[in-house]
């Protein structure tokens, strides 16, 4: 797709912002940051990541992305088999975090995308996590062209390990959200989506992003949930000035400081502030020295990035 240089920044800060709110998350899982608590890429957390390194958030939505660079459709046969192999590979590395409902289905190694889906459909329990909205970002940057291919992408990526309708559903939206920000440099996506959606299904979400917008993460601290997880990426963005860029960093820091799955709070927001505000919203200290699995570092998120969404 041609892009302007102002959308082509806000494709690139995609996957870029993405990674730097999963890195700075990564040091304060699963705690909860007083206000005197400095907040900084500084790494260490109950996994000893390395000061800018990434987490499983974006070591998946990287998986996702090749995928999407390898076969330009993330919704057909191939693009779905790209996924599923490159998701096995990533498990195989042995990662040091993977959430327990993706690990369940990992675990089986299934071969295709189709074998992935029917072993995630088949999970019983509690399966409304919050791991396929923790790396849906760049599902949006395969499908500019399109905001119904975009949908159905987000859908099909989840149900890979998320079949949970509220995990499709929230897929949908942030993707939605995505794409439109990349393309018009605003916020409108999650109405867009909400206005086309079902009555049943924004009859749900209204309510709840209202709530985000208004109320405080104590209200929605099971962040592990999908649901909770999108509240607060949305209160962060919410509560932060929307003049200029320098609301990611501030947004960020937001998720951060609401606690618990800090890293993926912070990659969910990240991606869809890195839509509306860009790679060069990204401060400079965080780029150099972000990186993880699979050995990319910032330059590296910001090249796969343009060539998905200018393909």
């Known amino acids: 797709m041609n892009l302007t240089d102002d959308q082509l920044d806000r494709a690139t800060g995609v996957l870029l912002a993405t990674a730097a709110g999963d890195a700075l998350g990564a040091g304060y899982e699963f705690t909860y940051p007083t206000a005197a608590t400095t907040i ?9 990541w390395a000061p800018g390194e990434w987490t499983d958030d974006t070591s998946m939505a990287i998986a996702i992305a090749l995928a999407a660079d390898e076969t330009g459709d993330l919704t057909g046969t ?15 590395s042995r990662p040091p975090d ?7 289905v990992l675990s089986h190694r299934s071969p295709t995308g189709a074998a992935m889906t029917a072993v995630s459909a088949g999970l ?4 409304g996590g919050n791991g396929s909205l923790m790396r849906t970002a760049p ?16 859908a099909a990526v989840s149900r890979l390990t998320h079949s949970d309708e509220r995990a499709v559903q929230a897929c949908e939206l942030w993707t939605t959200a995505i794409r439109h920000a990349v393309l018009h440099a605003n916020l409108d996506g999650i109405d867009h989506y909400l206005d086309r959606a079902p009555a049943d299904v924004s009859g749900y979400w209204r309510p709840l992003l209202e709530q985000a917008e208004t109320g405080s993460p104590e209200q929605f601290s099971n ?19 929307s003049s200029g860029p320098q609301q990611l960093p501030a947004a960020l820091e937001l998720c951060v400081r609401a606690g618990n799955d800090t890293d993926t709070t912070a ?4 991606g869809l502030l890195g839509a509306r505000w860009g790679a060069t919203a990204v401060p400079q200290r965080w780029r150099a020295i972000l990186h993880g699995y699979p050995g990319l570092d910032a330059d590296g998120l910001v090249a796969l990035a343009e060539r998905i969404a200018t393909a």
Do not use: C, E, K
């Open 40 to 48: 900084d890429m500084v790494g260490g957390g109950p996994f000893g």
């Open 98 to 104: 993977i959430g327990n409902q993706t690990a369940s």
């Open 78 to 92: 191939a693009g779905q088999d790209a996924i599923a192999r490159r998701f096995v590979a990533w498990y195989d």
């Open 267 to 270: 990659a969910i927001a990240g």
């Open 139 to 154: 599902v949006a940057l395969s499908h500019l062209d399109d905001a119904d291919a975009a949908v159905a992408a987000a």
């Open 223 to 241: 962040n592990g949930w999908v649901v909770h997880a999108l509240m607060t990426a949305w209160w962060a963005i919410a509560g932060t000035a």
């Open 124 to 127: 019983r329990g509690r399966t």
